[in-house]
């Protein structure tokens, strides 16, 4: 079943922050013991797992923002994937 089928809505975990460094110009996800550099488009993605927004809410808001950009098969594919990552829950 995918994500959006089940009505997921995706949240970081209490352990996982999401930041900007300044620094860098960048988003971080800080885990404990790890760090992840992410693209803007990651960090855009995880910014909007709120734990209220379903996946295809994700997807929509996106779309709007993109329009013509593939989210609706990349969203649910990242989302997918960075959850067997722990990443989100």
Do not use: K, Q, Y
């Not at 997921?8 to 209490?14: G, H, N, T």
């Not at 996982?16 to 460094?21: K, M, N, P, S, Y």
Request: with cysteine; glycine share 8%.
């Amino acid at each position: 079943m995918s994500a959006e089928a089940g009505g997921w809505r995706p949240s970081l975990p209490r352990s996982v922050v999401l930041r900007r460094d300044r620094v860098r110009d960048a988003e971080l996800l800080l885990m404990p013991e790890r760090a992840v550099l992410l693209n803007e488009e990651a960090g855009r993605i995880l910014r909007l797992c709120d734990a209220h927004r379903t996946v295809g809410e994700i997807v929509a808001e996106l779309a709007e923002a993109f329009p013509g950009a593939p989210v609706a098969d990349h969203v649910p594919e990242f989302l997918a994937r960075v959850r067997g990552e722990g990443w989100v829950r």
